[in-house]
């Protein structure tokens, strides 16, 4: 499957934006999908995440609140509502995607995914 996010940009702290993941391939459903953001000069982090069936959904506190992850399965897409943005969250911001049965708990880190789409920005200005 590949990947493509897009929707990032500048937006004021206290703004939204709302990320978009479009995928191509079969069987969308399939697929456990996650969100990761990586700030300039820290590591790549766990946003949130999606069960295949859309049933289950989890974030990392720092956005537990703020950001709703959402898929619809008809349209291959999956979604990142953005709310409430804090300069904290610039970065840039990349969708990922698996098949393979696991325990969801490894949904959780980036090993537990092997289809990555490139990346969209996001800078929060306060």
């Known amino acids: 499957v590949q990947l493509q996010a897009s929707g990032g940009g500048l937006v004021q702290a206290g703004g939204y934006l709302r990320l978009s993941c479009t995928t191509s391939g079969r069987a969308f459903s399939r697929y456990d999908m996650g969100w990761f953001r990586q700030a300039p000069g820290k590591e790549l982090e766990f946003v949130a995440v999606?069960?295949?069936?859309?049933?289950?959904?989890d974030y990392a506190d720092s956005v537990k609140g703020r950001f709703t992850i959402s898929r619809d399965n008809a349209k291959k897409m999956m979604f990142l509502q953005m709310n409430n943005l804090e300069t904290e969250d610039t970065a840039v911001y990349y969708c990922?995607?698996?098949?393979?049965?696991?325990?969801?708990?490894?949904?959780?880190?980036?090993?537990?995914?092997?289809?990555w789409g490139q990346g969209t920005e996001v800078t929060v200005s306060s």
């Open positions: 999606i069960a295949r069936s859309g049933s289950t959904s």
């Open positions: 990922a995607a698996d098949s393979v049965p696991v325990d969801f708990s490894l949904r959780y880190d980036p090993d537990g995914y092997d289809y």
